[in-house]
C-alpha cells in the first residue's frame, strides 16, 4: 500500500472534499480524484461514496488502520534522520502540565530550551516524530509499575520519581477530615474531569477496576490553580501527586490509601539521545 496514496486518502476522508484535501495537499482535485481511485484499486473496495463526501464501510476500517501506520512511518523516518544527523544546540521538551518539577526544571540548559505542554498520550508520538527531543510524562500506577503508554514506535522510557497522591476535596467536604481515603468509596462523588491538569478519570476507572468517576463539571485548561479553586469552589473532587495537592486555600487533601498506587513520572525518547539531551537525561537519571 502507497503511503502517498493513503495520506491523500485519509485527508480526503477528514476533510470530507476532493476540492480541500487538493488545496490542503497541494495537488490538483484530479490529481487527488487518480490517487483515490489507485488505492481502491489496490485494495480491491470502494473507499469513499462521492455525494456527500464519506468513508464506506471499507474506507472506515482503513481509517482504523490509517492513523498508527502512519505515524508509524513518520516516527522511522525521524530515526533515520536524527541518527544521521549531527547532535543539536538546542533541546526541546514536551511534558505534561504535573510532570515538570523543581528539580527537573533546574537541570534545564539556561539557553535554547523549548518546553512544549502536550496531553498525556500526545507525547510519546510527539518524540517519536521528531517534535520534542525528550518527553515528560506521568499519571498512576502501582509502585515500581511502569506507566500504559500509547504504542507508537519503539521508545525508551525511564521512571524518574514516585510519590504518593492524595485526593484534593473542599475544607467542608464530609469526608475532609479522614487520615486516608479509599477510591472504591469515591466512585459515586462528584468528581472534576480535568485531564489536563489533574489525575485523568479513566485512570481512576483503570485502577478501580470498573465504572463510576462521572464527571460534575469538566475543565479543560492546564493551570492547576484553576482546577484547585473548582475543587474548594464544590464542584467536585480530583486526584493530585502529594507535594501539588495543598497549595489551594479552601480545600484539604487526604492520602489515597486503598488500592496503592504512586504518582509516577517517566522519561521518554527515541534512540540514544545526544548533545543538551543527553547531558539532560544524564543528570535526570543520575
Known amino acids: 500500500m502507497d503511503p502517498h496514496l493513503l495520506r491523500t486518502y485519509v485527508t480526503v476522508a477528514r476533510l470530507a472534499s476532493f476540492s480541500a484535501a487538493a488545496d490542503a495537499l497541494g495537488y490538483t482535485q484530479s490529481a487527488v480524484s487518480q490517487q483515490i481511485a489507485a488505492l481502491e484499486q489496490d485494495l480491491g473496495a470502494p473507499l469513499l461514496t462521492r455525494r456527500p463526501v464519506v468513508p464506506t464501510p471499507a474506507g472506515e476500517r482503513l481509517l482504523e488502520h490509517a492513523a498508527p501506520l502512519l505515524l508509524r512511518l513518520d516516527a522511522a523516518r525521524a530515526d ?18 504535573t510532570a515538570l518539577r523543581d528539580r527537573t526544571a533546574a537541570l534545564l540548559p539556561h539557553t535554547a530550551v523549548t518546553v512544549r505542554v502536550r496531553p498525556r498520550d500526545a507525547i510519546p508520538a510527539e518524540v517519536a516524530t521528531g517534535g520534542a527531543d525528550l518527553g515528560i510524562v506521568d499519571g498512576v500506577a502501582a509502585p515500581s509499575d511502569p506507566l500504559r503508554l500509547p504504542d507508537v514506535a519503539p521508545l525508551t ?15 467542608r467536604h464530609p469526608l475532609a477530615r479522614r487520615s486516608g481515603l479509599r ?26 477496576g ?6 460534575a463539571l ?23 501527586p502529594a507535594a501539588l495537592a495543598g497549595s489551594a486555600p479552601g480545600t484539604v487533601r487526604v492520602p489515597l490509601t486503598a488500592p496503592r498506587v504512586v504518582h509516577r513520572t517517566e522519561l521518554v525518547h527515541a534512540g540514544e539521545p545526544s548533545g543538551p539531551a543527553a547531558r539532560f537525561v544524564a543528570a535526570l537519571i543520575g
Open 183 to 208: 477510591l472504591a468509596d469515591l466512585v459515586d462523588a462528584r468528581w472534576l474531569d480535568a485531564p489536563g491538569a489533574g489525575v485523568p478519570l479513566d485512570q481512576l476507572r483503570a485502577v478501580h
Open 218 to 240: 469538566r475543565y479543560d485548561g492546564t493551570d492547576l490553580r484553576t482546577l484547585l479553586a473548582l475543587a474548594a469552589a464544590g464542584h467536585g473532587l480530583t486526584v493530585l
Open 210 to 215: 470498573g465504572g463510576g468517576f462521572r464527571p
Open 80 to 97: 533515520v534522520r536524527r541518527t544521521a544527523a549531527a547532535p543539536g544546540q538546542g533541546l526541546t521538551l514536551a511534558v505534561t502540565p
Open 157 to 171: 522510557t525511564r521512571g524518574v520519581a514516585e510519590e504518593p497522591v492524595h485526593v484534593v476535596l473542599p475544607e
